[in-house]
C-alpha cells in the first residue's frame, strides 16, 4: 500500500485574480523603444482595495463550497449508506447515467466513477482558493484597504475554517492518502507521510490545529442572527467536535470524553447563542437563519450564486416531473426534479401483486420480521411522530406537516386531481409503495428482495425535507437557506459519548432533548421503538439515522456508532482492525497519472 503514496501530484490552483491584464508599455521619448513590461498577475495590494474587496474574494469561497458540499459530498455520504438510494427504473434504462451514482447505493464504484474524481476536484479547489485568500491577505496592510488588523485577521480565520472543512471532508473518505497543502499555486506536495497511520495522524492535527487558532478570531453568535450564513465558532468548534469523536477510528486514539466535553461547552452557548428548536420546521421553512438551533447555513436566494445547486439537492432528486401539480406551485426555475432517489424500502416484495405496483400485503418488514437494524426508515420511526406522514402545506399558517410523499398521489396536497406516473407505468395512477422490485417484470422478473438497479418510477417513498409552495411576497422554495451545521448534532454527539461510556441514561436525556418535539404523546420517549428493545447502540446509531436522514451528515457521524460491535471485550479495536471492517470498498482514483487510495466507510 505504501508504494501508492510514493509519486507527488502536481495540482495548478487557478487563482481568482490570475491573468487579468497583459499590457505593453512603450517609453515616449522614442518610437524604436520595444522594452515591455508584462503583468501577468495583479498583486494583493492592487486587488484588495477595500473591505468589500475582500468580502467578494471570500463569497467566491462560499459559492464554490455550496456547489460542492450540497452535491457531491452529499451524495458520498448517504448513497452507500443505509438511508436512500439512487433507483434505476424502467426495466433498468431510466436513472443509470453511466451509473455515475447509482454505483453508491451498490457499492460497485471503480476508479473511472465520475463522482469520485468530481468530489475530490471540487474540495482541492475550495482548498485552492483559500490558500490563495489567506497568502494574499497575510500581507495586505489593513489600513491600506481601509481596515483594522483585527477586521482582517477575522477574515482570514473565516478561510481557515473553510479549508477545514474542506479538509475534514476529503480526510474522512480518503484518509492518510491526502497531501497537506497551505501554498498558493506551485506543486502540491505528495501525501503528508508515505506511512498510513503517520500520515492520518499529521492530517489530524493540521487540522485541529487549524481550527483551535482560528476559533477565538472567529464572530460569535450573539442572538441576532448575524452569524449563520458564515464561518463562526459555532460551526468552528462542532467541526472540531467531529474530529474528536472520530479519532478512534481516524487516528487510534480514544477522545469521547473531550469531545463530551467540548459538547457541553457548545451546548451551555459558550460559543454563541443556540438553542434546540420547539418546532422542528422553523429549521427548514422560510427566514430558517433566525432560527436559534441553526448554527450555519448556506445562503440562498433565487437567481444567485449557488442556489440553483443548493436548492437542486433539497427534494427534487426525490420527486416526480409533475411535482409542481402537488405541491401547488411554479415549475423552478434552473433545477428539477430528478425522480432518481428514494428513502430505503422498509419491506420486501412478498405478497400478491397490485395493478399499481407494489403488493396486496405491502410485504414483510425488514425492521419486524427480519430484524434489521439499519434501513426501513419509515418502520423504525415511531407511529406517533408527527414527521411521519405525508407532507402538505397550509397557505393559511404557512406552515406545513409532514415530510414524506406515500401512497396515492394527488394534487394541491393531496386533494385535487389523480397525478399521473411516466415511463414503466405511463398514464398510471401514480401511488409511492414503500417496496422496490420490477412488479412489471420489465428488464428482470420480480424477486422477493431486489437492488436499487431494479425499480419502478412509483418503488420507494419521497422525502420532503424543506417545504415546497408557491412563491410568495416573502420567497419560496428556493429563498430557503441550506441548513449545514445545527445544535441537535452537539446533542447527539454528547448521547454517543455517554453511551459509549456505558450511560444509556445519560444519552438517552440529550436525545430525548431533540427528539420530544417530534412527540405530542411524551410516553413514546419511554421505549426505544420499532425494532429496539433497549436504549444501546444500536439505538443511538439509529436515532441519528431518524434525525440526520438525508442532510449529508449521516456517514460523518455515524460510522462511528456502527464500529460499536466490533468492540472486543479488551476494548476498542484498533485503528486497522477497524478500517479493514468498516471499509466496503476501495478503489484506486487516478489524478493526473498519480494514484490515491480511497477508502469509503459506511
Known sequence: MNNLFKSKIIMIMKKYSWLLALALMFGFSSCTDLDEKVYDRIDASTYYQNETSVQGALASIYNQAGNSFAESFFFLQELPADQIAWRVWNGGQWGYDEAEKYVLSTQTWSPESKIIRSSWESAWSIIGLSNNLINDLASVNPASIKMTQTALDSYIAEVRTLRAWAYYNLFEIWGGALPLNTASGGEVPGVADTDWNTSCKKIYDFICSELDESNDILPKENGDNSTRNRMNQGVNRILKARMLLNSQLFIGEDHYNDCENLCLKIFSGDYGSYNIADDYRDIYNLNNTQCSEVVFAFAAEDGQGATNALTNMRNMPFLPYNYYEYADCEQFEGIGAWNCVIVVPSHDNSGTVLPTGG????????????????????????????????????????????????????????????????????????????????????????????????????????????????????????????????????????????????????????????????????????????????????????????????????????????????????????????????????????????????????
Request: net charge negative.
Open 359 to 602: 403488493t396486496d400485503t405491502g410485504g414483510k418488514s425488514f425492521i419486524t420480521d427480519y430484524n434489521d437494524k439499519l434501513g426501513g426508515v419509515w418502520d423504525r420511526m415511531d407511529d406517533r411522530d408527527i414527521r411521519k406522514q405525508n407532507y402538505v402545506y397550509d397557505s393559511s399558517t404557512k406552515n406545513y406537516k409532514g415530510i414524506f410523499l406515500k401512497g396515492a398521489m394527488k394534487a394541491s396536497f393531496g386533494k385535487g386531481n389523480t397525478l399521473k406516473a411516466d415511463a414503466d407505468r405511463d398514464g398510471q395512477n401514480l401511488v409511492y409503495v414503500d417496496q422496490l422490485g420490477t412488479f412489471l417484470n420489465l428488464g428482470r422478473n420480480l424477486e422477493t428482495v431486489m437492488s436499487p438497479r431494479w425499480g419502478e418510477t412509483n418503488s420507494g417513498i419521497r422525502l420532503m425535507r424543506y417545504p415546497m409552495f408557491a412563491k410568495t411576497e416573502n420567497g419560496g422554495f428556493k429563498d430557503i437557506d441550506e441548513v449545514e451545521f445545527r445544535l441537535a448534532e452537539v446533542a447527539y454527539m454528547i448521547a454517543e459519548c455517554r453511551m459509549r461510556a456505558g450511560d444509556a441514561t445519560g444519552a438517552k436525556e440529550y436525545v430525548d432533548k431533540v427528539r420530544s418535539r417530534y412527540f405530542t404523546d411524551k410516553a413514546a420517549l419511554n421505549i426505544p421503538g420499532p425494532g429496539f428493545t433497549s436504549f444501546d447502540m444500536d439505538w443511538m446509531l439509529s436515532q441519528w439515522g431518524l434525525e440526520y436522514l438525508a442532510e449529508g451528515v449521516g456517514a460523518e457521524l455515524i460510522f462511528v456508532a456502527s464500529t460499536s460491535s466490533l468492540r472486543d471485550s479488551g476494548g476498542f479495536l484498533d485503528v486497522q482492525q477497524k478500517m479493514d471492517l468498516i471499509f466496503l470498498q476501495s478503489a484506486i482514483v487516478s489524478t493526473n497519472g498519480i494514484h490515491y487510495l480511497l477508502l469509503h466507510f459506511l
